[in-house]
């Protein structure tokens, strides 16, 4: 079955620092891709997503790049604040009908200053 | 807009309590989801309504019952609760259109002794 596999955390960084977080997943077909986040105490929130290939999301600062020939959806950000201190939760669907997330397991992040 | 509401926020059950979890959302959405997440595993759906009067079986639906009450309500129900549905309990609702975006609630820890 599809799954999406997440680097394990925590992940921790200084403030300003570069921040990459792995993603990679296994499906048929062309899945759409996600990133979710949730500070603490709080739901998920939708960071960004890419539909098809070579896409790029973006939001915040954040950027991941649908990359098929790898399988991959990496999360990255070129300076990272106290603030971004959450965990990061992968994702992906598949269909043009009824969508249904498949997450990865999440990875914390925490950003000291 | 509240958006998606969730009550209540924590709650403590012997084993074979049963509970209804709420959720409700006022965003006029026709889609509706319950999740359950655990460490090291992200989420994982448990049941979901694609529309008002339909729902349907996720990844791990044993041990639970759900009600899509009208559009806007959509509840929970353990009917004999086991230490194995400890757990954090997500509810989401679905936005169509332009791109399929889900909105989370702010969640229910559950914990059964």
């Known amino acids: 079955g599809d799954s999406v596999t997440q680097m394990e955390g925590p992940v921790t960084l200084s403030e300003e620092a570069f921040l990459t977080i792995n993603c990679t997943y296994t499906?048929?077909?062309?899945?759409?891709l996600f990133w979710y986040v949730q500070y603490p105490g709080e739901g998920l929130q939708l960071l960004l997503k890419?539909?098809?290939?070579?896409d790029k999301g973006s939001n915040k600062g954040f950027e991941a790049t649908y990359r098929k020939e790898t399988t991959s959806f990496h999360l990255e950000k070129g300076s990272v604040q106290v603030s971004d201190s959450a965990v990061y939760f992968c994702?992906?669907?598949?269909?043009?009908?009824?969508?249904?997330?498949?997450f990865g397991t999440g990875t914390r992040l925490l950003v000291s200053p | 807009n509240a958006g998606v509401t969730q009550t209540p926020k924590f709650q403590v059950l012997k084993t074979g309590q049963s509970m209804t979890l709420q959720c409700a959302q006022d965003?006029?959405?026709?889609?509706m989801y319950w999740y359950r997440q655990d460490p090291g595993m992200g989420l994982r759906l448990i049941y979901y309504s694609a529309s008002e009067g339909t729902t349907d079986k996720g990844e791990v639906p044993n041990g639970y019952n759900v009600s899509r009450l009208n559009k806007r309500e959509f509840s929970l129900r353990l009917e004999s609760a086991a230490p194995s549905q400890t757990s954090v309990y997500f509810c989401?609702?679905?936005?169509?259109?332009?791109?399929?975006?889900?909105?989370f609630g702010p969640g229910t820890r559950l914990t059964v002794l």
């Open positions: 994702a992906l669907s598949k269909g043009a009908g009824f969508q249904k997330l498949v």
């Open positions: 890419a539909t098809k290939a070579d």
């Open positions: 499906a048929t077909g062309y899945p759409s």
């Open positions: 965003m006029n959405h026709n889609s």
């Open positions: 989401a609702s679905l936005y169509r259109a332009p791109q399929d975006t889900q909105y």
